[in-house]
Each structure stands twice: as structure tokens, then as C-alpha cells.
């Protein structure tokens, strides 16, 4: 027997209400340039990060978390599409992104989801798909920093990690609470230039920083460009220090030279850096506290992760961009106790691609089928999917800026075991070369294998596996 018209059309609509009221809320967390290195719940040599930890404790540890091009503008242009570089078109920091295509944002905003964007967006293009957004410009400002908020520019007196976390707050107290929501909730730090907040100034003041296993590397067993690159980073940290050290009224190193002007600039380094995430854990922390006050913690969905990794002195380095581990490897916990169970933890692998699909899934909206990345929600949940990817691509585009880096565009493939990766040359640039590097045998990534000839069978499987991924997700050969 048919249902009359007037019954399906209540059964429809009390159908859509459930799911309305259903549906969870979502917060995306995410820092610049915060290294898994540089948070406890991953490594405690330098690392003491226990709100954010605390996430990932009453939820999911993902502690094989990559992101698919390590540098601040493509990473965010991931997030938003679920696509990787060369096809959502934000390549490098110079490119404007296109916010005219298909965004996750836009996706929940058609699905009746109120949306917000706060804090660093780092995107040439205005926000689109936010039903209200409130970012900075560029890079920003730690101190007294201006805040775009919906085309008005306003300078906001105070820290800046302090006052993304007031209007978080703000608008998640002034949505209409008839809706679900989805906030991005984006903060500057760590990201260079590393200014602490008055309160964290002098923290570790007089203190010895550890040093990495990997900090003394020359990297003369690595691939010529990577000791190319590698060469220009003392010089390149004293640029910066001389540069913005001056504004930021920080000790000058004097006439220190060699290993100790190194180890002089790594400890004023990594103090800031650990500094000015002292407050980003205190900040989250305040709005995990804000949420529970509120009732809201039990249906909302918290997820942290950072854009992509940094390396925070090792290899002696002080950047990112580079397919090695420290830059490559990105944080990632998730909380929604509804779904996770608490002390969870995973080794499958989880790539930045799969935030836009796995947030759209949660939400029980469809995912396109041109994004590349697959919902984490099964592993959420707790299972092992048998068709998890056991091996991703990677791809560095931007030309090398000779003020402060030169590192040349390469891309590879990593699996459980090997990273084989190939530098390839561009205008102005002739760098070129192999990377073979074997995990299980050099974990710290010093010595190159790509000439060695026991390991011809490994670099020829791996081409081919990087054909294959090359030529699944359509790039353009090099």
C-alpha cells in the first residue's frame, strides 16, 4: 500500500529533524608549522602540550598523520578540497587560491550548517563558504595584530593566540543553536617570527633546550640538493635573526661563529618556539573548557592538527618543505565521544587530503568523487579497513627563495618501509637527483641508498609504485 502524500511529507520532514538534531557539531583546530616532534603526546623530549594531548586521550591518536605538500598556503587549499596541489591549483604561497570551486565549507553551508572561519587563513582570496569569517592578513601579527572581519580591517589590542580564541568563542556563543556548526579555528603560532605572549616570555630562560638525535648532521650521505639546501641554513637563520630579531628585541649572537653561533641560534629558537605554544595549549585549552561549560563537548567533533610539519633543529635545520619525516609528518587527535572510543590510537596512515572528506561524512553529507582523500571516519570508529593505503604521494612545487631557503621542488612515494623521492629542476634552478631512504634501517634519514646496488629491486618496485600513484591522481610527469 502507497503512503499517502501528506504521511510521507511528515515522515520526511520528522526524518530530517532527526538528523538535524543528530548531526554533530564540528571544530577544526589547526596551528602553522607545529611539528608532532614539538607535542607530548607524540615525543616529550622538548614537548609538554597537555590540553592537546587531552584531545587525543579522550578520543584518537593518528601516529601516522602526513600531509601531501609540506608549506603553509597549499596545505590550507587541501583542507578546504580534498584535493592535492596540482589540482585545486594553490601549488605554492604565491598562488591565489581559487575560492570559486567545490569547498568542504560550502558543501555543509548547502547541507543547512552554519559555518565560521577565525584566525590565520593565509589564502590570497577572501574566504568563501563561511557564513561569517574573521582572519588575518597574510602572515599576521603576535602583538596588536589586524583582524579581517568580513572585508573590515580592525587592529585588536592584545596576543593573538588570546584574542583567536575570544572570537571562536564569540561566535560559537551567537550562532542560532537550532543549527549544527562547523568552526575552523586557526591559530598564527608557531609559525616565524616566534613572539611569546608577556606571561610566556621568560619561560626556560635559563635552561638547556636538548638538543635532536639528528641535530649534528651534515647531511653529506644525502642527495647533493639536499646538502645544497642544507648549506644555506645557519646563513639563512642569521638573515632572519638579523632581520626581524632587531623588531622583536631579541639578543644579538655577537661574534659567535660555527658550531656554537648554530647551537646559540637553536636554543633562542626553540625556546620561542616551545613559548608560543605554551599558550596555544593553554588557549585550547580554555575553549575545550568553554565547550563543556556549554554542553556542547559530547556532540561536537574536535579535531587538531597542524599544516605540515617543522623541522625544529633537526638536521640542523629550521624550516620545513623538505619530504623528511620532521617536515612531512603532521599531528593529528580527534575527539567525539559518541563515536571514538576514548585512548584509541592508529598506525594507518592519514593524509590532509582526508580531512574534507571525513568532516563531510561526519556531517552525512556525500563526498565528491574527485577528492583524493578517503573518510577516516571507519577508523574512527574503530575498525582496520583491509583497503587502507599502504603508501602515499608527496609533492613540493615552490621555486626556491634564496632570501631565507633553497630547497628545489621534488616529489616521492613513502610506504611503511622506504621513502623514495626525486628532485627535479626549474627555471633558474638545476638541481636534480634520487633519494632512496630505508626507515627500518636509518630512522634519523642520513644515508641516500639510491646508488647502493642491494637496493636496486626496492628503487625499482617503488618507481613503479610511483607511476602508478603519479598516474591515479592525473599529475603531470616530471
Known amino acids: 500500500m502507497k503512503t499517502p502524500p501528506v504521511l510521507a511529507f511528515v515522515l520526511l520532514w520528522a526524518t530530517c ?15 602553522d608549522d607545529h611539528a608532532t616532534q614539538m607535542m607530548s603526546a ?3 623530549l622538548r614537548a609538554a602540550t597537555p ?43 604565491r598562488e591565489v587560491f581559487d575560492g570559486s570551486q567545490r569547498t568542504f565549507p560550502k558543501l555543509l553551508q548547502s547541507a543547512g550548517y552554519q ?44 596576543y593573538v593566540t588570546d584574542i583567536i580564541t575570544d572570537i571562536a568563542i564569540d561566535w560559537v556563543e551567537r550562532r542560532d543553536p ?67 630579531g632587531v623588531a622583536m628585541n631579541k639578543e644579538d649572537p655577537g661574534d659567535l661563529e660555527g658550531a656554537a653561533l648554530k647551537d646559540w641560534l637553536y636554543q633562542q629558537y626553540v625556546k620561542d618556539y616551545m613559548r608560543v605554544m605554551v599558550s596555544v595549549d593553554q588557549n585550547v585549552g580554555r575553549f575545550m573548557k568553554f565547550l563543556k561549560e556549554a554542553g556542547l ?15 625544529v633543529g633537526d638536521h640542523g635545520r629550521f624550516d620545513k618543505r623538505l619530504m623528511d619525516e ?31 572528506p571525513t568532516i563531510l561524512d561526519l556531517a552525512g553529507v556525500a563526498i565528491p568523487g574527485d577528492m583524493h582523500g578517503r573518510s577516516l571516519v571507519p577508523i574512527l570508529r574503530g575498525e582496520e579497513p583491509d583497503d587502507w593505503r599502504t603508501s ?39 638541481a636534480s637527483g634520487w633519494e632512496l631512504l630505508d626507515l627500518k634501517t636509518d630512522p634519523l634519514e642520513l644515508e641516500n641508498q639510491y646508488e647502493n646496488d642491494q637496493y636496486k629491486y626496492v628503487v625499482d618496485e617503488l618507481k613503479r609504485e610511483l607511476d602508478r600513484l603519479q598516474s591515479e591522481l592525473e599529475v603531470a610527469g616530471q
Not at 55 to 81: D, K, M, Q, V, W
Not at 297 to 310: F, L, P, R
Not at 327 to 353: H, Q
Open 17 to 31: 529533524i532527526v538528523r538535524s538534531e543528530s548531526r554533530p557539531n564540528i571544530v577544526f583546530i589547526m596551528t
Open 392 to 430: 602515499f604521494y608527496y609533492h613540493y612545487y615552490d621555486h626556491p627563495d634564496l632570501q631565507f631557503q633553497d630547497v628545489p621542488p621534488h616529489y616521492g612515494v613513502r610506504t611503511e618501509r622506504y621513502k623514495l623521492i626525486h628532485y627535479y629542476p626549474t627555471e633558474g634552478v638545476e
Open 115 to 158: 559555518t565560521a572561519m577565525v584566525g590565520k587563513w593565509h589564502l590570497k582570496s577572501e574566504p568563501t563558504g563561511f557564513d561569517y569569517w574573521n582572519v588575518l592578513p597574510g602572515q599576521g601579527l603576535y602583538v596588536n595584530p589586524v583582524l579581517i572581519e568580513m572585508g573590515e580591517r580592525t587592529t585588536h589590542e592584545g
Open 42 to 44: 607524540y615525543d616529550t
Open 326 to 356: 620532521e617536515s612531512l609528518r603532521i599531528p593529528l587527535v580527534v575527539r567525539y565521544p559518541k563515536m571514538i572510543e576514548a585512548g584509541s590510537k592508529t598506525d594507518l596512515y592519514s593524509l590532509n587530503v582526508d580531512y574534507a
Open 297 to 311: 563537548d559530547e556532540n561536537t567533533v574536535v579535531v587538531y592538527t597542524s599544516d605540515n610539519g617543522m623541522f
Open 178 to 244: 537550532d543549527k549544527p556548526f562547523m568552526l575552523c579555528y586557526h591559530h598564527k603560532a608557531p609559525h616565524a617570527q616566534w613572539v611569546p605572549s608577556a606571561e610566556h616570555d621568560g619561560l626556560w630562560e635559563d635552561a638547556e633546550i636538548p638538543y635532536p638525535l639528528n641535530y649534528d648532521d651534515d647531511e653529506s650521505g644525502r642527495a647533493q640538493s639536499v646538502q645544497d639546501a642544507t648549506n644555506q641554513l645557519v646563513p639563512d637563520m642569521i638573515k632572519r635573526w638579523r632581520t626581524f
Open 51 to 93: 590540553n592537546l594531548d587531552r584531545i587525543g586521550e579522550e578520543g584518537i591518536i593518528f601516529r601516522n598523520g602526513f600531509c601531501t605538500n609540506s608549506l603553509c598556503a597549499p596545505a590550507r587549499a587541501t583542507l578546504l578540497t580534498g584535493k592535492y596541489s596540482h589540482a585545486n591549483g594553490q601549488r605554492g604561497n
